[in-house]
């Protein structure tokens, strides 16, 4: 074998060795930035939505939910809408609004009302801001072509942001998951993966957010006997997704909440 020959296999096998160390291509990710922060400074605006919590093998359905909503700025935040919602196969829909610090249910034909800030509402997922991770948590980041010259990214997100998504699906998720005594230090989400779909004019119109949230129960104390604690390991997939519509939205019709039933918490 030539000196030559040999030089190149060397260069060719040191690239495929090294190729994929190198940073992410992020380079469209002030097209991200931009889309995100004129969705959240939109006036009226419509807002799809989808959420499904599966578990096991036979990925077996906790909870699906989906509906729409139409959120108003022009005097002061807010919002109506109506979901339907399986949780482990029973069955309801729901509609809810939002407006001057009162949220709004009717449920099963009880309206209900209960105080909460805007902040409060706006920090869990079905009710949040459009949002990015940090462009330095990018690892992978694709861009591929959609419908009427749109892009669509998918960006992997690496470091643990599990404090992060955990708030967006509230606390209600341990009892959700019929955990007795959920060992909160234990709760881990992994394989964060994040897509938006950005219109020609540079409107965002579509996101996705998917990933693994493990969750642990405590085991029993038993004397010398050191507990398995996959025994009582539960591993969800999430996967949300959320789609965006402006023109033409009207303000959200409310009703007159004075009439609901006044609850605590």
Same mark, same amino acid.
């Given at each position: 074998?030539?000196?030559? =020959? ?93 407006? *001057? /610090? ?6 099963? /034909? ?7 800030? +805007?902040? $409060?509402?706006?920090?869990? #997922?079905? #009710?949040?801001?459009? #949002?990015? #991770?940090?462009?330095? !948590? ?8 959609? *419908?009427?010259? $749109? ?19 509230? +606390? *209600? ?9 959920? *060992? ?17 004019? /540079?409107?965002?119109?579509? =996101? ?8 642990? !129960? ?12 996959? !025994? ?20 959200? +019709? ?12």
């Amino acid at each position: 074998m030539t000196r030559l =020959r040999r030089a190149a296999l060397c260069c060719a096998a040191a690239l495929l060795l090294t190729g994929c160390s190198g940073a992410p291509d992020t380079s469209d990710y002030p097209v991200l930035a931009s889309a995100v922060a004129a969705a959240n400074e939109a006036g009226n605006k419509q807002v799809s939505f989808l959420m499904q919590f599966t578990f096991g093998e036979e990925k077996t359905t906790m909870l699906f939910a989906q509906g729409e909503y139409t959120v108003g700025t022009e005097n002061g935040y807010a919002l109506s809408g109506k979901m339907a919602q399986t949780v482990l196969g029973a069955s309801v829909t729901v509609e809810f609004c939002y407006a *001057d /610090g009162w949220y709004g249910y009717v449920l099963d /034909g009880n309206a209900i009302r209960r105080e909460q800030t +805007e902040e $409060s509402l706006r920090s869990g #997922f079905l #009710f949040s801001d459009a #949002f990015l #991770f940090d462009e330095s !948590d990018v690892t992978s980041m694709t861009r591929s072509s959609g *419908d009427a010259g $749109s892009g669509i990214y998918e960006l992997k997100i690496g470091g643990d942001h599990t404090a992060r998504l955990v708030e967006l699906l509230g +606390e *209600d998720i341990y009892a959700l998951s019929q955990l007795s005594k959920p *060992d909160k230090s234990k709760t881990q989400a992994t394989d964060l993966v994040c897509g938006y779909t950005v219109a020609a004019d /540079g409107r965002l119109t579509g =996101r996705t957010l998917s990933y693994t949230l493990s969750l642990y !129960d405590t085991p029993p104390y038993v004397p010398g006997v050191e507990p398995d604690y996959e !025994d009582y390991h539960l591993e969800l997939q999430i996967t949300m997704r959320m789609q965006y519509a402006y023109d033409g939205v009207q303000p959200p +019709e409310l009703p007159d909440m004075n009439e609901y039933e006044t609850v605590s918490g």
